[in-house]
Nanobody, 124 residues
Framework: QVQLVESGGGLVQAGGSLRLSCAAS????????MGWFRQAPGKEREFVAA????????YYADSVKGRFTISRDSARMTVYLQMNSLKPEDTAVYYC?????????????????WGQGTQVTVSS
């Protein structure tokens, strides 16, 4: 059974940076893609970024492109989301997601395993 544990959220001023971590366990992830989603109060959960575990291909939402970077450390079984130039509109609970298949199957946010989420708050 896949288990995902997020960490690294917190309170930061606009323009600052945070790095989120997602520790994965429970199986071999070689054919998985990993992603980050976020959900702000009163809004639907939205896709943020994804990475293929095997080849390292990445994909980003337009709203975070150039500011956020997703990466993975296979030895630590951990996926990271480096968030720079944070804006108040980035405030949300951030969730890690793991899906068996290509990145396109992850982006809708309808499949796979989820972590418990970590709160990111960006003050203006």
């Amino acid at each position: 059974q896949v288990q995902l544990v997020e960490s690294g959220g917190g309170l930061v001023q606009a323009g600052g940076s945070l790095r989120l971590s997602c520790a994965a366990s429970g199986r071999t992830f070689s054919n998985y893609v990993m992603g980050w989603f976020r959900q702000a109060p009163g809004k639907e959960r939205e896709f943020v970024a994804a990475i293929s575990w095997a080849g390292g291909s990445t994909y980003y939402a337009d709203s975070v492109k150039g500011r956020f970077t997703i990466s993975r450390d296979s030895a630590r079984m951990t996926v990271y989301l480096q968030m720079n130039s944070l804006k108040p509109e980035d405030t949300a609970v951030y969730y890690c997601n793991a899906v068996s298949g290509p990145i396109a199957t992850l982006i809708p946010g309808l499949r796979g395993s989820w972590g418990q989420g970590t709160q990111v708050t960006v003050s203006s």
